[in-house]
């Protein structure tokens, strides 16, 4: 099959943070590997994989956009449309491979200490999860986590972009500097939460949750991915 340029767009921001990845996921695999007893360790590997995690969205979402190394990945002869993509599904990519590498630990961990398999380290969560509808459920869980990984970092780049959109005075007051990322965090704790809500109004857990936050996270997707894009159409306009 002939690579695209989508495709080669895909491997240079892959190949930018390739290393951030890479340590996250280490640092996510050690934290699994603490013991209660030295949760102040732990808390080592947290914060090693959250600064890599924002060198990797640093490097993808604005260094490589909006900074100095711009020019450079600006001219590889994509469309904003590409290059938005492009840099959400690497980034997206990072946080799937950050999660799997904590599941499976936890799920190796567990199992070798007596726990049980990891259908009943999830029952003992509370997600009430049967033997006839486990794998449609988890099946379903997979994916609504896929996709939420993408959409937390498209709503990232939004963040980014939107800020560096801004007139100069704006990113300096309230309005920039403050109320973006408190947005952003905002509206992150409520897709987060969604479960939350269906709890609330009385929802028994089933095969609706993940199709429920499927949904919503698909839309949510496609939403700020054209948003994304208009914002920076708009600004290469301009300048």
Known sequence: MKETMLDKCIKANLKMVENEIAIACTMGVLLCLMRFWAIILGLIPIVI???????????????SVFG??????QS???????????????AGLGLIALNVSIVVMMAVISTNLGYGNLLGILDGLGL???????????????IAVVIECFWQ?????????????????????????VLVPVAAV?????????????????????ILYPLIGITIGAVTLVIIFRLTVKLLEERYELN
């Open 49 to 63: 994989a959250a600064v890599f995690l924002w060198k990797m969205f640093r490097k993808l979402f604005y260094t």
């Open 68 to 73: 100095e190394t711009a020019a450079t990945y």
């Open 76 to 90: 590889m002869p994509v469309s904003t449309a590409e290059m938005v993509a492009a840099k959400i599904f690497v």
């Open 128 to 142: 009430g999860i049967n033997s006839l509808n486990a794998g449609y459920i988890l099946s379903l869980e997979f």
């Open 153 to 177: 970092a498209a709503l990232i780049f939004l963040a980014v972009v939107i800020f560096n959109t801004l007139p100069e005075h704006s990113r300096k007051g309230f309005g920039g500097g």
């Open 186 to 206: 905002g509206i992150n704790y409520l897709f987060m939460n969604i479960s939350s809500a269906l709890e609330f109004i009385g929802l028994p857990y089933g």
